[in-house]
């Protein structure tokens, strides 16, 4: 085959090299997106579980000293989130850490590939002693 002076492109040979480094980089670029959108759920689900230990903790503050439960209760299921995966354990300590104040300690867990949890604690005075 013979090629005139002026004649330029590509070869076959450039042309599958472009293409096999296009290919690596939009296969690289999937494998990132698929780890993204597993820590958007990882995170989600870690917000929620902050969303509720808090609300559990603002609850026990809204109501009188002398209305807090001294017995431990744990809840889990849908009534929690529509998730449905959560458990929290809510342990409050009577005159923990002085006396007249309760140590309220809030555990939300949820399984991931390990189990995970967070825990809020606060403590809580009785007025006017």
């Given at each position: 085959?013979?090629?005139?002076?002026g004649?330029?492109?590509?070869?076959?040979i450039?042309?599958?090299?472009a293409?096999?480094?296009?290919?690596?980089?939009?296969?690289?670029?999937?494998?990132?997106?698929?780890?993204?959108i597993?820590?958007?759920g990882?995170a989600?689900?870690?917000?929620?579980?902050?969303?509720l230990a808090?609300d559990?903790?603002?609850?026990?503050k809204n109501?009188?000293?002398?209305?807090?439960p001294?017995?431990?209760?744990?809840?889990?299921?849908?009534?929690?989130?529509?998730w449905?995966?959560f458990t929290?354990?809510?342990?409050?300590?009577?005159?923990s850490p002085v006396p007249?104040?309760?140590?309220?300690?809030?555990t939300?867990?949820?399984?991931?590939?390990?189990?995970r949890?967070?825990?809020f604690?606060?403590i809580?005075a009785?007025?006017?002693i």
């Amino acid at each position: 085959m013979q090629t005139c002076p002026g004649e330029k492109g590509f070869t076959l040979i450039e042309t599958l090299m472009a293409i096999a480094i296009i290919a690596i980089g939009l296969l690289a670029l999937a494998a990132l997106q698929t780890t993204a959108i597993s820590g958007t759920g990882k995170a989600n689900k870690h917000s929620m579980a902050v969303l509720l230990a808090e609300d559990q903790i603002e609850n026990y503050k809204n109501i009188p000293y002398d209305s807090i439960p001294s017995s431990p209760s744990t809840e889990s299921g849908t009534p929690l989130s529509s998730w449905g995966i959560f458990t929290r354990t809510t342990i409050v300590q009577d005159g923990s850490p002085v006396p007249g104040s309760k140590t309220i300690t809030v555990t939300v867990s949820w399984p991931d590939k390990v189990p995970r949890s967070v825990v809020f604690q606060t403590i809580i005075a009785q007025t006017g002693i």
